[in-house]
């Protein structure tokens, strides 16, 4: 079944020290990947997506992610984690070859930035 | 131009009541798309419109539940005989054309609360 997940329920780091969130997809063709941002009581803002090309893509707020193939990942990162970063994300798939192009989501990473 | 938008941002009802949520896509998006958040918990596909073409219904957890499109804009989240499992946020989000690759835009939710 076509799936995507994000194995930690939260993460805690302290500001100013790197921040990796986890997202795995399962393998079922060729995949649309997209990170979503949930500050509370807000809509879901898009982060960055990998669509074709380079591994490496730049999104909003200085996060970053990296696609990777052989492990199916698309781990969100950002080099340095700012307090107001603490919020919900979400990992999100669809593949090329669906046709209904709904998102598949993962159920969420907290993000805890202390001070 | 403004965002999408959601009307109510909050709904209390009371079991067994009908009620309508309302979705005012971005203008010139042809992809809308409704989601249910339930509390903690990820999101889950309910229906996508695309253009005048029939909507995809897959997500819709049972009959008590359908929506409409009007003009290809406006979209109404209908739910029959509410059941307290109901409550949840229900978010809506309009994409761009029929690519997958397009990033989906949401609204801020409506909040429904089934007594």
């Known amino acids: 079944a076509q799936s995507v997940a994000q194995p930690e329920d939260q993460v805690n780091v302290a500001e100013g020290n790197p921040l990796t969130v986890k997202c795995t997809y399962s393998?079922?063709?060729?995949?649309?990947l997209f990170w979503y941002v949930q500050y509370p009581n807000r809509g879901l803002q898009f982060l960055l997506k990998?669509?074709?090309?380079?591994?490496l893509v730049k999104g909003s707020y200085g996060f970053e992610a990296e696609f990777n193939k052989s492990q199916t990942s698309f781990h969100l990162k950002k080099p340095s984690a700012l307090v107001s970063d603490s919020a919900l994300y979400f990992c999100?798939?669809?593949?090329?070859?669906?046709?209904?192009?709904?998102?598949?989501f993962g159920s969420g990473t907290r993000l805890l930035v202390r001070p | 131009g403004a965002g999408v938008s959601q009307s109510p941002s909050n709904k209390v009802t009371e079991k067994g009541k009908d009620v309508e949520l309302r979705c005012d896509p971005i203008s010139g998006h042809t992809a809308l798309y409704w989601y249910r958040q339930s509390l903690g918990q990820g999101l889950e596909f309910l229906i996508y419109f695309q253009g005048n073409s029939a909507p995809d219904k897959s997500g819709l957890p049972s009959d008590r539940f359908s929506a409409e499109r009007t003009g290809g804009s406006v979209s109404t989240l209908t739910i029959q005989r509410t059941q307290q499992e109901d409550s949840a946020v229900y978010l809506c989000?309009?994409?761009?054309?029929?690519?997958?690759?397009?990033?989906?835009?949401f609204g801020p939710g409506t909040r429904l609360t089934v007594l």
């Open positions: 989000a309009s994409s761009r054309g029929t690519g997958g690759y397009n990033e989906q835009f």
């Open positions: 990998y669509i074709t090309g380079d591994n």
């Open positions: 393998v079922s063709g060729n995949p649309y």
């Open positions: 999100a798939v669809r593949w090329v070859e669906d046709s209904s192009y709904k998102l598949i």
